[in-house]
C-alpha cells in the first residue's frame, strides 16, 4: 500500500495555505512515493492533489477536546486501516529543510515519535526522552488501541495527561525516537536569546536538521509575514530570517 504524509486541521488555527506550503515543500524534498493527506473539518483551498478526510471520530461523542492537541488522537482511528497503512504524519507548523526520506522508512511495529523536554532542547541524547507527536512514523493497523483505549473513556484521559501525547506515548505498546539532529525547535535552537534578537535575526537550521518545529507559539506564517512582529514581550520579534522568508516565498500561493 502506498505511503502517506498526513497532517490534521480542525478550528481556525491554521488556514488551507498552510497545509498547502507543508504539502508542497516536502514533494520538493522526497525522492520517495506518497500521497499526501489532510484529515479536516474544512478541505477549503486546498491543493487539488491533497486527498482531503473528515476527520474520523466514530466511536466517539463527540469531537475530542482541542485543548492539549486530543483531536490527534483520531490518527489512530480503525477506520483509517481502510485508507492507507504506512504513515508519516507532520504538524501543520513543520517546516521542511532538508531530505525526508529517512522518516519514511518501514516503521514496522514501532510508533516512532519526535522526542520533546530537556533532552531535545539540550539535544543531549544522555537523558531521557519524552514522547512529542509533531512528527509520527507508524503503520495504522499496529496502533489501533491509542485511539481504542482513549473512545473507552476520554475523561479519563483528559484527567490523567495533559496533552494528548502524553496519552499517546503512555498507551502505545511499542515506541522509539527519531534521531535528535533531524528535527530542531524554533523556540529551543533558533529563536536568539533575549536583546540579541534587536540586531541579528534566528538562526538557520544546521545541516543535519531535515526539519524545524515551531510548536505553539509563534506560527511559521507569523514569523514570515513581513511587517508584523513575530514575538512576545519581552523579545522583540522584528527581525525575520531569510531562509524562512524564502521558504515561505517560494511555497506560498
Not at 6 to 24: H, Y
Request: glycine residues 4%.
Amino acid at each position: 500500500m502506498k505511503k502517506s504524509i498526513v497532517t490534521i486541521k480542525w478550528g481556525e488555527e491554521f488556514i488551507s495555505e498552510d497545509v498547502n506550503i507543508l504539502k508542497r515543500a516536502v514533494r520538493d524534498n522526497s525522492e520517495d512515493s506518497f500521497q499526501f493527506v489532510c484529515l479536516t473539518d474544512n478541505a477549503s483551498g486546498l491543493d487539488d492533489d491533497i486527498v482531503a478526510l473528515p476527520i474520523p471520530t466514530a466511536g466517539l461523542s463527540q469531537m475530542p477536546k482541542s485543548k492539549g492537541a486530543w483531536p490527534k488522537i483520531c490518527l489512530f482511528h480503525p477506520s483509517l486501516c481502510e485508507l492507507f497503512e504506512q504513515v508519516l504524519f507532520l504538524d501543520i507548523d513543520t517546516v521542511i529543510c532538508g531530505n525526508i526520506d529517512p522518516f519514511l522508512q518501514e516503521p514496522g511495529e514501532v510508533l516512532w515519535l519526535l522526542s520533546c523536554g530537556p533532552r531535545w532542547k539540550s539535544f543531549n541524547s544522555e537523558l531521557p526522552p519524552q514522547p512529542a507527536t509533531g512528527v509520527m512514523s507508524y503503520n495504522v493497523s499496529r496502533h489501533l488501541n491509542i485511539f481504542n483505549n482513549f473512545a473507552k473513556d476520554p475523561n479519563y484521559a483528559y484527567n490523567a495527561f495533559d496533552i494528548e501525547q502524553e496519552f499517546v506515548g503512555s498507551t502505545a505498546i511499542e515506541i522509539d525516537y527519531f534521531d535528535l539532529e533531524y528535527v530542531q525547535s524554533f523556540k529551543y535552537h533558533l529563536r536568539r536569546q533575549y536583546l540579541v534578537d534587536l540586531f541579528l535575526p534566528p538562526q538557520a537550521p544546521h545541516e543535519k536538521s531535515r526539519m524545524v518545529a515551531f510548536h505553539g507559539y509563534p506560527r511559521p506564517r507569523q514569523v514570515a509575514n513581513i511587517g508584523k512582529k513575530w514575538a512576545r514581550f519581552p523579545r522583540t520579534g522584528i527581525n525575520r530570517p531569510t531562509w524562512l522568508t524564502d521558504y515561505w516565498n517560494l511555497y506560498s500561493d
